[in-house]
């Protein structure tokens, strides 16, 4: 049974501004609280129908609920048996860019999107994303359901890309329109990849740091790819 | 303006039964709805704001409505200035499998993962997709949406896989976890490809026709990547 303050608590987690400050995300369904309780991630509640719960090594520390409580602090269509309240895990300060490849988000506002970038760059053993400011929240519910457990595995920073950009002195490759041919091109082990929003592209302020631009060359008669195809193409031909 | 009776006529084209029996199908937003108009897409109805309306070459074949009028026709989130009822196009009674790639999705539920495939499969020029009975309807509102009008170009049956594959002999390959690296396939011209639902993979009376099974090697811990994803990735590497 959940309690009155609980429900209204997780309500609360829907909005980045109490997740932020309480430090917490909310993940739901067998498959990603599993992964949670199986890598270094500190859960600090679990709400579970009682079947999941007795599959578990210790129940006791589980709130048992009904269906249609389940259903009242869920944020999926149809509630998958369990919802924990877990800490967001500390991040460094800054992304440590040498030697590695670090995947860079300009205007990635949906959420499903960015899950499944973040799912897709995890793939190819990138562990770092930097994304401006108005790229949906990595613990957006939506975003964590999508990234299926990637999110524990790449660490992600918020920042005025361009800004950003102008500091750094690492190589800047850009997925565009008009760029060299990514089938082509020659596989990197260091850089930043800038991935913009698929229908603005790359915005003006972040286009003169782009050095290297790759594109997917296309034959059929559609104008762009998902953001996050994209991004899985492009990773696959230059890792 | 807009009438009780049309409003409750475009409430019943979001059920598959009602579009299929009046063979039309609902297609939202300015860049969609214009990309129907120049191409040989028969329309037969617009419902838009003015401001759209009074851009067009024939506004006076435009039904005016106000936002809250769009707001209850639409299947939007944020209705996008007009409304489309459009004619579905022909589609020949059997996909012509010599000397094309042709696209066999077995069990792709999500709407916005087959729209984003069928986006997909435009852009690398792939015209036909086989999808099994359980698979979105193409027409679904939300698989219009991301398909981002490239449903136009790219026709689609619906069949038993199994069976329709026991049928064929073509070569068939299929999107697998331990299959050929796909990275050092040989590009093929044609044949099918079989993309699996991405949690439950290819089902059991499907496996059996895949010759030539392709996997994307991945060095992260992501257990799989999303199905467009992986689509985009492979065929990347094989056309």
Same mark, same amino acid.
């Given at each position: 049974?959940? +309690? ?14 109490? *997740? ?28 579970? $129908? *009682? ?101 524990? *595995? ?6 005025? !890309?361009?800004?950003?950009? @102008? ?7 850009? @997925?565009? $329109? &008009? ?6 091109? &020659?596989? !990197? ?5 800038? !991935? ?16 290297? +631009?790759?594109? !997917?060359?296309? *034959? ?20």
């Amino acid at each position: 049974m959940i +309690s009155k303050n609980d429900v209204k608590y997780i309500q609360t987690l829907f909005h980045k501004k109490t *997740r932020d400050e309480e430090r917490v995300f909310i993940a739901e369904g067998p498959k990603l609280v599993n992964e949670l309780l199986t890598a270094r991630i500190t859960i600090k509640k679990i709400y579970a $129908l *009682r079947e999941w719960a007795e599959q578990q090594t210790k129940p006791d520390s589980i709130t048992i609920v009904a269906e249609h409580e389940l259903q009242k602090i869920s944020a999926l269509q149809t509630p998958n048996q369990v919802l924990a309240i877990a800490a967001q895990p500390d991040v460094m300060h800054e992304p440590n860019l040498t030697g590695n490849i670090t995947l860079v988000l300009d205007g990635i506002q949906d959420p499903g999107n960015l899950g499944t970038i973040i799912r897709t760059a995890d793939w190819f053993g990138i562990k770092q994303i930097v994304a401006s400011n108005d790229t949906a929240d990595k613990y957006n519910p939506k975003v964590v359901q999508a990234s299926m457990g990637s999110l524990i *595995r790449v660490s992600m920073w918020h920042k005025d !890309i361009g800004e950003w950009l @102008a500091q750094t002195t690492i190589k800047i490759y850009g @997925a565009m $329109l &008009n760029g060299d041919n990514v089938f082509t091109a &020659n596989k !990197i082990s260091e850089g930043l990849l800038v !991935i913009g929003n698929e229908s603005k592209g790359i915005r003006a302020d972040v286009l003169p740091f782009i050095r290297h +631009s790759l594109s !997917i060359p296309g *034959r059929g008669g559609a104008e762009s790819l998902n953001a996050s195809v994209a991004t899985g193409i492009i990773l696959s031909h230059i890792v």
